[in-house]
């Protein structure tokens, strides 16, 4: 696991509304967002897959993109490490690529010294390693990725020897689901995205004019200390995080994560320990961390990082559709939420803001039947009018603005 900066984590309460928070943490956030909002602008469509990589970059975990060809993996990859300014390796992989092509070949001047050493390649150094078609690899190429990923060393075959690399988030691209011999390397990844071609004619229309139209975003908007700060404010979140009002947040995650997974396990769909224990604690804590430990985002966030732990498109959708037997008739509500802040990651503020005030007016009353569900439909209202306050707001200024000129 990455490096824990918990001499990160802010003096002020977590639960502080975020305008009266001013720290590193806050600063970084901000920034963060602002690369998510920079990617959806420029990966049109595939807003889940965005989501997921900013989590695993918050949470120092893995991440693997199962789909076609010419879905936008190695564009989503590419373009988050460039606006974060990051130090990126990059190799397509077939199964007769060589240990040497992708670790470094031998250094042939201290061959001729009687040195046997590896000139090591741009994988030990770099923050973000991308592997296409990561499971075409060989065994000794994969055995070796899997202490990478694992431990953030790679085992020098000459000498024996750990080498440390700088590894931070390894992601895996894939045409397709790999063979149960991979599983052991698949688990690994903490969060697993179903990628598949956009069939929206908005969504491909808003894809060729951000293409075309309006060029890709050349500056950095953030950077790799900003996702190192996050980082160590989530881990201290899950360590000693007693927010005011709240609670102990692992306790939270406890309450929340561990009857669903329960569910899930009587499915049929395997969650490996590793994968309760720590990857998706670590996912809840990196979601506090980078959307706000709001009561919205304490009683959803294990609903909203569930579906990234399933092995298959298949799982996907059993999770999905237990998610929604789980929440009952909020479930639609919970969704309209979800779908009005993808509107309002691409700046369609009108319609996001029609699609909020429908989820802001819902009866809270009509589940007096049903009071487990009332603190999650709560939190859901309560997102939603606040999300119709501060989109007027802006659209008040804009208009102000207009004006003036």
């Known amino acids: 696991m990455p490096e824990k900066t918990p001499s990160q984590t802010p003096s002020q309460n977590p639960s502080q509304p975020e305008a009266q928070q001013v720290s590193p943490v806050e600063v970084a956030r901000q920034r963060l967002l602002a690369l998510e909002r920079a990617l959806n602008r420029v990966v049109i469509g595939h807003e889940d897959a965005v989501k997921a990589l900013m989590l695993a970059l918050v949470s120092g975990q893995h991440i693997a993109l199962i789909g076609p060809p010419g879905t936008a993996k190695t564009m989503l990859v590419t373009t988050a490490a460039r606006l974060l300014s990051a130090r990126s390796y990059i190799y397509l992989m077939t199964r007769f690529t060589g240990f040497d ?6 250094d042939v001047v201290a061959l001729k010294n009687n040195e046997l050493r590896r000139r090591w390649s741009g994988i030990v150094e770099a923050d973000i390693v991308f592997i296409d078609e990561i499971f075409k690899g060989s ?12 431990e953030r060393v790679v085992y020098d075959s000459m000498s024996g020897q750990p080498i440390a690399t700088n590894l931070w988030t390894l992601i895996g691209a894939s045409n397709e689901v790999p063979d149960d011999e991979l599983q052991a390397l698949y688990d690994r990844f903490a969060i697993k995205v179903f990628m598949s071609y956009l069939n929206d004619d908005s969504k491909l229309l808003a894809a060729i004019n951000a293409r075309w139209a309006n060029g890709v975003h050349a500056q950095p908007v953030a950077s790799m200390d900003d996702v190192k700060t996050l980082h160590g404010y989530a881990v201290a979140l899950l360590q000693r995080g007693k927010v005011k009002d709240v609670g102990e947040v692992l306790k939270l995650y406890q309450v929340n994560a561990l009857p669903f997974v329960k ?15 720590y990857q998706l604690a670590v996912l809840y804590g990196a979601t506090l961390a980078l959307y706000g430990v709001t009561p919205e985002n304490i009683a959803g966030a294990v609903y909203d990082i569930m579906p990234y732990v399933a092995r298959t498109p298949q799982e996907a959708a059993e999770i999905r ?23 309002l990651k691409v700046d369609k ?13 819902y009866d809270v009353t009509r589940l007096a039947a049903k009071p487990w569900l009332k603190p999650r439909v709560e939190a859901i209202v309560h997102a939603a009018q606040d999300y119709v306050k501060r989109i007027q707001e802006h659209l008040e200024r804009a208009r102000e603005l207009k004006e003036g000129l």
């Open 349 to 361: 503020y009108e319609e996001a803001l029609k699609q909020f005030k429908e989820v802001a007016a």
């Open 139 to 150: 065994s000794a190429i994969l055995n070796s990725l899997l202490s990478i990923m694992q």
């Open 263 to 277: 569910t899930l396990r009587g499915k049929g769909i395997i969650l490996s320990d590793r994968t309760v224990i």
């Open 321 to 343: 559709k237990a998610l929604d037997e789980s929440l009952g008739e909020i479930a639609e509500l919970n969704k309209k939420l979800e779908q009005a802040k993808d509107l």
């Open 101 to 106: 092509e992708v670790f470094g070949p031998v």
